[in-house]
T-cell receptor
Framework: DAGVIQSPRHEVTEMGQEVTLRCKPI?????LFWYRQTMMRGLELLIY????????DSGMPEDRFSAKMPNASFSTLKIQPSEPRDSAVYFC????????????FGPGTRLTVT | GENVEQHPSTLSVQEGDSAVIKCTYS??????FPWYKQELGKRPQLIID?????GEKKDQRIAVTLNKTAKHFSLHITETQPEDSAVYFC?????????FGKGNQVVVIP
């Protein structure tokens, strides 16, 4: 299996632009998680999907962030408009079951907003 | 919600010595406690986990202990090697939510 796939791996954009991050979970996994990692705040859960349905989005920082999972093999995290404080590494992870089992992380997308 | 704290934030050990990282959690309903290792520039990867019905689990040079009464769990690495240098994250799962600690930087000095 190719593991969790994320694209792009690096994104540099200007403040105010829309950013879309993409994730393909491991085939057969039914839960998907989006995390944001910064030095200051560590690894934060943004949103968690189970069977394509958002279960917990309490970590989404504000309305500028939105996430979708139209099918079992694809999810997007969108930031519109982006701000410099959104600069971080964004990880997608998937698992079979719920959060109470091993999560497999993707390679991450390093986002820089100037 | 769950709050997970890790101590110390940075740990330096001589190669061959043991390293211990401690985490505390706040939600007594949490029942799953994984540890993830993240090397520089890489993704977090699970190294060991423990469920609340077990007090200790060991896998070669790493072990995890859980004290449910005190709500803390620890990662033990014995015979440390340079490749053990990384950031280690503990986490606690309960009420459909996995909360991560802020991470510990472990530096193994050759």
């Amino acid at each position: 299996d190719a593991g969790v796939i994320q694209s792009p791996r690096h994104e540099v954009t200007e403040m105010g632009q829309e950013v879309t991050l993409r994730c393909k979970p491991i085939s057969g996994h039914n839960s998907l998680f989006w995390y944001r990692q910064t030095m200051m705040r560590g690894l934060e859960l943004l949103i968690y999907f189970n069977n394509n349905v958002p279960i917990d989005d309490s970590g989404m920082p504000e309305d500028r962030f939105s996430a979708k999972m139209p099918n079992a093999s694809f999810s997007t995290l969108k930031i519109q408009p982006s701000e410099p404080r959104d600069s971080a590494v964004y990880f997608c992870a998937s698992t079979l079951g719920t959060g109470g089992s091993e999560q497999y992380f993707g390679p991450g997308t390093r986002l820089t907003v100037t | 919600g769950e709050n997970v704290e890790q101590h110390p934030s940075t740990l330096s050990v001589q190669e061959g010595d043991s390293a211990v990282i401690k985490c505390t959690y706040s939600d007594s309903a949490s029942n799953y406690f994984p540890w993830y290792k993240q090397e520089l520039g890489k993704r977090p990867q699970l190294i060991i986990d423990i469920r609340s019905n077990v007090g200790e689990k060991k896998d070669q040079r790493i072990a995890v202990t859980l004290n449910k009464t005190a709500k803390h769990f620890s990662l033990h690495i014995t015979e440390t090697q340079p490749e053990d240098s990384a950031v280690y994250f503990c986490a606690a799962y309960g009420n459909n939510r996995l909360a991560f600690g802020k991470g510990n930087q472990v530096v193994v000095i050759p």
